[in-house]
T-cell receptor, first 114, second 114 residues
């Protein structure tokens, strides 16, 4: 099955700096890569996603890049703000059993220091 | 638009007692449904998923079970809770199909076992 590794596990940046979180996946058949943000005690919320036919996608201060050859994808947050502080999860969509499933990374605790 | 409801929000149960958590989805038909567990400060562990009524796949052997009695209803149960069952339980739904789809999470149930 799919295996997703996420780094770093914790990341502290100064407000206004950029943050980068990286993930690698194992299943070359995976074709969908979402990123979720989870604030303390809340549900994970989808913030951006990318499909395997696209190399990069941007949404305001957030961007995701995908390198299918190397099987890795990254989340980039520019001009970070304190409200960006949260746990971020990457995921990759592979086939398991009868359905496409998401395999999640272990999460990155991002802290933006004011 | 689609919405997902999950209840109760919090639950405190004694060891050995039964459990029933319910999740319903509105605004879509024939969704894929998922139950995850998240231990404090940890990642998302997929427990069960379902691609249709009465179709349940288990990812992790445990004393929990799941049922899907209706198209948009997903229930997580246990006959006898263990201390290790404590955690944050999240229900999620996604569309079906051959390509990966985003999963949308409910607000979760925080379960404490005493």
């Amino acid at each position: 099955g799919e295996n997703v590794e996420q780094h770093p596990s914790t990341l502290s940046v100064q407000e206004g700096d950029s943050a980068v979180i990286k993930c690698t996946y194992s299943d070359s058949a995976s074709n969908y890569f979402p990123w979720y943000k989870q604030e303390l005690g809340k549900r994970p919320q989808l913030i951006i996603d990318i499909r395997s036919n696209v190399g990069e996608k941007k949404d305001q201060r957030i961007a995701v890049t995908l390198n299918k050859t190397a099987k890795h994808f990254s989340l980039h947050i520019t001009e970070t703000q304190p409200e960006d502080s949260a746990v971020y999860f990457c995921a990759a969509s592979g086939i398991a059993g009868s359905a496409r499933q998401l395999t999640f990374g272990s999460g990155t605790q991002l802290t933006v220091l004011p | 638009s689609q919405t997902i409801h999950q209840w109760p929000a919090t639950l405190v149960q004694p060891v050995g007692s039964p459990l029933s958590l319910e999740c319903t989805v509105e605004g879509t038909s024939n969704p894929n449904l998922y139950w995850y567990r998240q231990a404090a400060g940890r990642g998302l562990q997929l427990l069960f998923y379902s691609v249709g009524i009465g179709q349940i796949s288990s990812e992790v052997p445990q004393n929990l079970s799941a049922s899907r009695p209706q198209d948009r209803q997903f229930i997580l149960s246990s006959k006898k809770l263990l201390l290790s069952d404590s955690g944050f339980y999240l229900c999620a739904w996604s569309g079906g199909g051959a390509s990966g789809q985003p999963q949308h999470f409910g607000d979760g149930t925080r379960l404490s076992i005493l």
